[in-house]
């Protein structure tokens, strides 16, 4: 048997046995991290510790303290409990790992009731899985041998995604006995997944907590915000009415050449959304007199807000946008975060004072002077453009910071109606692989940015995080303070964006720090049969980020 070189950093470890596998690879150097090691890249591949060296290659490790690692241990969790639950209440009765919300996972038994009770005995079995320290096993089999398991096992899911696979084999994992598919490697062995939580919830689910990257020691409590679930489970729900909860139904539907017909009816149903919240306003018309939407980056919200501004025309009610950027502190004065950049997540960014004086002014009915914000100079500056209210004018104000009563301090509650937007995507890939609500952002944002800005895919993919933190610290802690919530995806939109996203994403080199992302993003695309952009309607959401909108200033 042959020595192999591993590339690690910038060094060489010591000479290794050919089929070697990571996990023992990862004892040698375990002391450099602070949190366990759950996985690695060796050469262009995201792969799990139950690898075998074969070649010459470089190799990097993650922990539980980096997104990709806390995605293996997510995902590794999910397998656990899916197996968990099968041990207690039989092969038949399945598990649907639907969605995250803040700090867990929701999750649904189907083929049997359960109780609290019933609950406690999964998670007891989860926890003496754990003690046993199973290994994760790792074979490549042949894709319609697999379909033919699945078939056997009822797990019809599986059998319908494999129908849009065109590769001949496919990687299945197994735990004490039973298979399934994942889309990323998992842990190598139970024993790793030893830091989780589950919170019975009633209608047969319960929520599935594990630790955060920002805290891999413990599980993060779960933080429920009825608001976000209601709106998740009513969107589930409907989709299960109208019979589209998976991707392979949407793509069912593509093959049978009738995805018009089912755009129509994704866009119908955003629109429904905006109606209702138009007519709850138009009932408050005496006391509302200011709308304040927030989401997350490329949740949609320029398009949403032209919308609504168009719904409550109808009901002779005039909107005016006012833009939270112009009220940025001159720069020179504008708080930094501990690396010394510009903190716009910090509410300490906004010129407050002033913000509250022009909203007094204007809900009084005083002509005012509004400003518009230099982003070369750093300075506002005021060049004649003046601002009155008439009677039965609304003001819509969208940012970041919107939700967060310190921004509108001096406004009365009663005359403010705040908004909370984000895509929560209700299609799972299948029962048991969800859809990250993130993923559909950031494949939203790669699309936007080369669109419109000549951003590259790498660059989005590097700031993100900056990103995904400006949303966990400005926008979800206010979510519950949200007076309705419209969910901005469209079943049908990854579809769309597919072809826009998919080459600009090939387009990162294999030696980028963020590669393995991009290879991550493509496999989770290639689960959508394409459809073109030219049957998006043109006032559709879809077009802030494709172009092409009739809302484009």
């Known amino acids: 048997m042959r020595n192999l070189k591993l590339k690690y950093k910038n060094t ?8 070697t596998t990571l996990y023992e690879v990862s004892k040698k150097i375990k002391d450099e991290f602070k949190y366990p090691i759950v996985g690695a890249r060796l050469g262009e591949f995201l792969v799990g510790l139950n690898t075998k060296i074969t070649s010459n290659e470089r190799v990097e490790f993650y922990d539980l303290s980096t997104a990709i690692g806390n995605r293996i241990y997510s995902r590794s969790l999910e397998f656990l409990v899916t197996v968990a639950t099968k041990k207690i209440l039989g092969d038949e009765t399945d598990i649907l790992i639907n969605y995250s ?15 609290k009770v019933t609950a406690e005995k999964i998670k007891e079995q989860m926890q003496k899985m754990v003690e046993q320290k199973f290994t994760f096993k790792e074979m490549l089999v042949d894709r319609f041998d697999a379909i033919k398991y699945f078939k056997k096992h009822h797990q019809m899911d599986k059998v319908e995604s494999f129908r849009y696979m065109t590769n001949r084999t496919v990687t299945l994992y197994s735990l004490d006995g039973i298979y399934d598919y994942f889309y990323g490697p998992l842990v190598y062995n139970t024993g790793l997944l030893d830091k ?12 599935l907590t594990y630790p955060s990257t920002k805290n891999p020691n413990q599980v993060d409590k779960y933080i429920h915000h009825k608001l976000t679930f209601d709106t998740y489970k009513s969107f589930q729900n409907w989709g299960r009415t109208i019979g589209i909860s998976t991707a392979p139904d949407l793509n069912k539907i593509c093959t049978e050449g009738k995805y018009t017909d089912m755009l ?29 939407l927030a989401g997350p980056s490329s949740s949609g919200k320029t398009t949403t807000a032209k919308k609504l501004s168009l719904y409550l ?16 502190v001159d720069r020179d004065k504008a708080p930094r975060d501990e690396n010394g950049d510009l903190d716009f997540s910090s509410i300490e960014s906004i010129d407050t004072t002033l913000f509250n004086n022009n909203l007094n002014k204007l809900l009084s009915g005083h002509k005012v002077s509004m400003p518009t914000f230099d982003f070369i100079t750093g300075k506002k500056e005021y060049n004649d453009n003046y601002l009155k209210l008439e009677e039965g004018e609304i003001l819509i104000i969208e940012g970041i910071h919107t939700l967060n009563e310190k921004l509108t301090k001096n406004i009365p509650r009663e005359n403010k109606f705040k908004i909370f ?15 990250h609500t993130t993923d559909v952002r950031k494949i939203r944002r790669i699309v936007r940015d080369n669109q419109f800005r000549g951003t590259n895919a790498e660059t989005t993919l590097a700031m993100w995080p900056n990103v995904d933190k400006e949303a966990r610290l400005s926008i979800y802690p206010y979510q519950d303070d949200a007076d309705a919530m419209i ?49 998006v309607p043109k006032d559709s959401i879809l077009r802030e980020f494709i172009g092409g909108s009739v809302f484009e200033e």
């Not at 060489?12 to 089929?19: A, T």
């Not at 989780?196 to 929520?207: A, E, G, Q, R, V």
């Not at 895509?423 to 859809?435: G, Q, W």
Request: with cysteine; glycine share 4%; proline share 3%.
């Open 313 to 328: 025309q109808v009901k002779g009610l005039n909107c005016h946008k006012i833009s939270l950027d112009d009220y940025f």
């Open 101 to 115: 919300l803040e700090n867990g996972i929701y999750c649904e038994i189907i083929g049997q009731r359960i109780t």
């Open 12 to 19: 060489y470890l010591e000479e290794i046995p050919e089929d």
């Open 487 to 535: 969910n901005s995806s469209l079943g049908y939109e990854l579809s769309v964006l597919r072809i826009y996203a998919e080459p600009l994403l090939y387009g990162i080199d294999s030696n980028s720090a963020q590669y393995p992302e991009a290879i991550r993003l493509i496999n989770l695309l290639r689960n959508f049969l394409p459809i073109t952009s030219e049957v």
């Open 421 to 435: 937007m984000s895509p929560l995507i209700h299609l799972k890939l299948d029962n048991h692989n969800r859809v």
């Open 264 to 292: 129509r009816l994704f866009e119908t149903h955003y629109e429904d959304q905006l109606s209702l919240i138009a007519e709850e306003i138009y009932k408050k018309k005496d006391q509302i007199k200011i709308i304040l």
């Open 196 to 207: 989780f939580d589950m919170i019975y919830l009633k209608d047969n689910s319960f929520i």
